[in-house]
């Protein structure tokens, strides 16, 4: 076989083998967690050799663009969709105060506390999880609990990709909409808008992570800045919706209006859409410095942002129809909307790089055909570029802007795909958590109770949405799981007819020294899975 080039996917380093001793080392050297086999820091070495900041400014173009545009139409679906509640004060504090916590307990405790701990040799995702799981000898070969967490993995996955669709779409349409909220006379141009925007960002994606992350970063954090002051611009107009930020409004909403609570789910968990791009682009940044740009950026944006879109809300109701762009004074509207519109376009890069990052690992795993896979970088093997799938993705897209028109329409298709990997996540993790790094069953249990409460909660309110549009995603990744189960399943027959006809290793050897093969000085042969 020829040795492995960056165009040749066939290589399985890192995913395929299995780490030993559960967690892996943290690319910012946290000694508490021991260090991969082969004594490296992860995939990206280079990681821990920049500094922390630059780090987080990337991740900040490339991390948390999605999560980060939320504030675009969260509330919005909250007050002004089918599903959406009235903006009364009552409304207002209890859908406020499940968005906070629902951040907290969803970004903040499950993915920056718990889930980043679990990557395979510095990569991130579904998959990573798989090959940590895999490393017990119970989740191997084809026993009903390594058949069990496969199947999981791959709804996960399929899931990802069905995400990945929706989020660009969502991301450049809701923007771009700002254009008719400063005219009505733009509306016709909303749709072409977007799908040159989408044409534009798919075509970048061959410059990589690493040049793009150094344009996205900065702006990103002018879009933070930006959101954060008109956030705190409104609450100064109705200081008490700080109020919200306690639990209690959240739990009188439950307590008074339980099913109305519970269908309002459906549209709170588009605030935290995109932490699961935390994991899956894990691989591009140090866990220190996602948390770092978490802590110092992104929460307390989101939170002054929603809190200034509810205090506009308390002393105007109509605002509900578009409640991001009515808290931007009038003069800075038309700027708004161009930084709006790069936020969202930056947005989809999450899901755009994770998406990448994943059908990689798929292959290595036997799980999806070899394809070209482009290195983007010349220092980290993790950053890559599949022109297949980039292809794929932007006709994707494209179809989905024409067929739902809307943000608000597909508002109604996102978050399905979100909470049901977010279920699958959570399950894996158990496992892992359990059964290769050992913690004891009176953590374990409480700690995955809590996670599934709060998963299912949302995975069920957004069941609802199925009929609306929810429907698009599940029907992607049911093809999906299709496709890399028949794959699976394929090369394991065929693996089995070769098996049968491979020479024995002793007579191969004397095959070998009896036909005395010839020798070139300086060429080696490396063996690899297609």
């Not at 545009?69 to 969709?81: G, Q």
């Not at 977007?194 to 990589?208: D, E, H, N, S």
């Not at 549209?267 to 978490?294: H, N, P």
């Amino acid at each position: 076989m020829a040795q492995p080039t960056d165009d040749n996917p066939g290589t399985s380093t890192g995913i395929e083998q299995a780490s030993k001793g559960g967690s892996q080392s943290d690319k910012n050297g946290d000694a508490s967690q021991p260090a991969p086999a082969n004594g490296k820091q992860g995939l990206d070495g280079d990681s821990m050799r920049r500094p922390v900041m630059l780090l987080g400014l990337g991740a900040l173009g490339i991390v948390f663009g999605d999560i980060g545009t939320s504030p675009l139409y969260a509330l919005h679906a909250c007050f002004h969709s089918t599903i959406g509640v009235k903006p009364t004060e009552e409304n207002i504090f209890g859908v406020l105060s499940m968005v906070f916590w629902a951040l907290a307990l969803v970004v903040f405790v499950k993915y920056l506390i718990f889930i980043m701990r679990a990557d395979h040799r510095g990569e991130g995702g579904i998959f990573a999880l798989l090959a940590n799981v895999r490393s017990n000898a119970e989740y191997r070969g084809n026993s009903k609990k390594a058949i069990v967490v496969t199947m999981m993995a791959i709804c996960g996955a399929a899931l990802m990709y069905g995400d990945g669709v929706i989020t660009p779409s969502i991301s450049v349409l809701s923007s771009v909409e700002g254009l008719s909220v400063a005219s009505a006379d733009l509306q016709s141009f909303v749709i072409p808008i977007a799908l040159i925007i989408l044409v534009g960002l798919f075509i970048g994606q061959r410059y990589g992570v690493e040049r793009l992350s150094f344009v996205f970063g900065p702006i990103m954090l002018i879009w933070f800045g930006s959101i954060a002051t008109f956030g705190v611009i409104s609450i100064s107009d109705s200081p008490a919706i700080l109020e919200a930020a306690n639990p209690w409004y959240a739990i009188s909403f439950w307590g008074h209006y339980p099913w109305r609570a519970f269908i309002i789910l459906g549209a709170v968990v588009l605030a935290i859409t995109g932490g699961e791009a935390l994991f899956a682009d894990m691989g591009q940044f140090s866990r220190r410095s996602i948390s770092l740009a978490w802590y110092v950026v992104v929460w307390p944006a989101l939170i002054l942002n929603y809190f200034g879109q509810g205090a506009h809300l308390l002393n105007e109701e109509t605002a509900a129809v578009n409640p991001f762009f009515a808290i931007v004074p009038s003069t800075l509207l038309y700027p708004m909307v161009v930084v709006a519109t790069l936020a969202a376009i930056i947005a989809s890069q999450a899901l755009i790089s994770g998406a990448f990052t994943l059908t990689r690992q798929a292959i290595q795993l036997g799980f999806l055909p070899a394809c070209r896979i482009v290195h983007t970088s010349r220092k980290s093997e993790n950053q890559v570029f599949i022109p297949g799938v980039n292809r794929a993705l932007l006709i994707l897209c494209i179809l989905t802007v024409i067929g739902f028109q809307t943000a608000t329409n597909l508002s109604a298709a996102y978050g399905v795909a979100v909470t049901a990997l977010m279920v699958t996540t959570s399950l894996l993790f158990g496992v892992l958590a359990r059964k290769i790094w050992g913690w004891s069953y009176w953590f374990v249990i409480p700690m995955m109770a809590v996670f599934l409460i709060v998963d299912i909660a949302f995975f069920a309110s957004n069941l609802f949405k199925v009929p609306s549009g929810g429907w698009f995603p599940l029907v992607l990744a049911g093809i999906l799981v299709l496709q890399m189960t028949t794959w699976r399943r394929g090369r394991m027959l065929v693996d089995g007819m070769q098996s049968k006809d491979q020479i024995p290793l002793e007579d191969f050897i004397t095959q070998v020294n009896n036909d005395k093969p010839h020798r070139v000085p300086g060429t080696g042969v490396y063996l690899m899975a297609m």
